[in-house]
């Protein structure tokens, strides 16, 4: 999503309403900004997840570069079903992208009228 910048806003906050905007922000790992265009734009952001998130993150890109190597390798060689291991390298990545959903991308919020 590109932002394009242009109109300056200026308004005012309560110490209470700046402090509680600055926390929020600092904890999904975001500018006030940020914060405060998704918020317009009915999105919830989410919380920066914690360091166990990050370790299972590295561990499957690992996980997920060793097959491709042995992919490459099988394929070349030609004594496995280079087909079948795609399939379970697609679905890998389909259960990545699903973990990424699920702790990092931002909640779209129903908006009442």
């Not at 509680?20 to 600092?26: N, P, S, T, V």
């Not at 992208?97 to 908006?111: G, W």
Request: net charge positive.
């Amino acid at each position: 999503m590109i932002i394009r910048k242009g109109i300056k806003k200026q308004f005012w906050l309560s110490e209470k309403d700046a402090a509680d905007l600055k926390q929020k922000a600092q904890r999904c790992g975001i500018t006030e900004t940020a914060m405060i265009r998704m918020l317009l734009h009915s999105y919830e952001p989410r919380e920066k997840p914690d360091e166990r998130f990050y370790e299972a993150m590295r561990e499957m890109y690992a996980i997920r570069n060793s097959l491709n190597q042995l992919a490459r390798k099988a394929h070349s060689l030609g004594f496995i079903d280079a087909p079948k291991l795609r399939e379970v390298l697609t679905a890998y990545q389909h259960f990545q992208a699903s973990i990424e959903a699920e702790f990092l991308r931002p909640v779209k919020k129903e908006i009442k009228k």
